[in-house]
């Protein structure tokens, strides 16, 4: 019976505990990343355009589903009344995760010489440690 609970309290209902945002955000950026890394796959593949340029545009709607998500799910507690003013410090936060994934894009593909999917998953995990880290201490506190 315990850990159905704990099941149930990992997947349903607001939380304040920081071990179970995690987890959920985990997810949140599980399916944000696969939104973003099929966008970078299909911008670049089939629409013909540069990889940076193809992680920049995957990365924004990988953004839009992580804040979506976020809100509904994964964060109960929000410090910002305003949607519009927290979906800027949201984006904000996103746009500083954009240039670092396109540092570690640039770096791992050009001076590692690593495969550029494979460049985007090491980002999306340094990435996402940042994001997780100043969402939670900025917005969702």
């Known amino acids: 019976?315990?850990?159905?609970?704990?099941?149930?309290?990992?997947f349903r209902g607001k939380t304040d505990n920081t071990l179970v945002q995690l987890f959920r955000y985990t997810f949140v950026g599980g399916i944000a990343f696969l939104v973003d890394f099929g966008s970078l796959y299909?911008?670049?593949?089939?629409?013909?355009?540069?990889?940076?340029?193809?992680?920049?545009?995957?990365?924004?709607?990988?953004?839009?589903?992580?804040?979506?998500?976020?809100?509904?799910?994964?964060?109960?507690?929000?410090?910002?009344?305003?949607?519009?003013?927290?979906?800027?410090?949201?984006?904000?936060i996103g746009v500083i995760g954009l240039g670092l994934n396109e540092f570690f894009m640039w770096f791992f593909t050009e001076q590692v010489g690593t495969h550029y999917l494979v460049s985007k998953i090491l980002s999306a995990i340094l990435v996402y440690l940042w994001n997780f880290g100043a969402r939670k201490r900025i917005l969702f506190t």
């Open 1 to 10: 019976m315990n850990i159905k609970i704990g099941l149930t309290r990992l």
């Open 42 to 92: 299909f911008l670049t593949e089939f629409a013909g355009l540069h990889y940076l340029l193809s992680a920049m545009i995957a990365f924004l709607f990988g953004l839009a589903t992580n804040y979506i998500l976020s809100i509904l799910w994964v964060f109960s507690k929000r410090k910002v009344r305003s949607v519009t003013i927290e979906f800027s410090i949201f984006a904000f």
